[in-house]
């Protein structure tokens, strides 16, 4: 009897600490047929304002997931992805302090947002944003994933 309670605890222990040793990973949401066109901007958004609250760089590569594999191969892979965001065109993004999103047109298979973001030097830009319905066959099936985002229009201060 003593032997099986130290199995079963040894068991519970190391069950425990591979759970807790991917979970930093796990906090990251993947394409899903069931989120909607301005939840997969949302979700970018959201990791791009908390970029490194899960890890560092977590919201970019959170922003990654939701990319369009078409867009992946004009990015290149991941390492040029977040350079490109920490880079003079995008990096207001990162840490930005609020944003909103409007849609400004859509059908079955795509959808446009106007994107305007806060950034930390309290100037507002905007971008449009797009995202499309993935209509090959695979895990991505049927998903909304972002295709195009477009280079930032400041606004002007917020003061």
Request: overall charge positive.
């Amino acid at each position: 009897m003593k032997t099986s309670k130290r199995l079963l605890l040894t068991f519970n222990i190391i069950l425990f600490y591979l759970l807790f040793s991917v979970s930093l990973k796990a906090d990251l949401l993947n394409p899903s047929s069931s989120i909607k066109p301005k939840e997969v901007i949302q979700i970018q958004l959201t990791g791009l304002m908390k970029n490194d609250d899960h890890y560092k760089d977590s919201g970019i590569e959170q922003t990654w997931n939701f990319a369009h594999p078409n867009n992946k191969k004009n990015t290149g892979p991941l390492p040029n992805f977040k350079q490109m965001i920490k880079g003079r065109s995008y990096q207001m993004l990162i840490n930005h302090i609020s944003h909103t999103i409007n849609e400004v047109g859509s059908s079955d298979k795509w959808a446009q947002f106007e994107v305007i973001i806060l950034d930390q030097e309290k100037i507002y830009h905007k971008f449009n944003w797009q995202v499309e319905k993935y209509t090959n066959d695979g895990p991505l099936k049927d998903c909304w994933l972002t295709t195009m985002v477009s280079s930032p229009i400041p606004l002007g201060s917020s003061i």
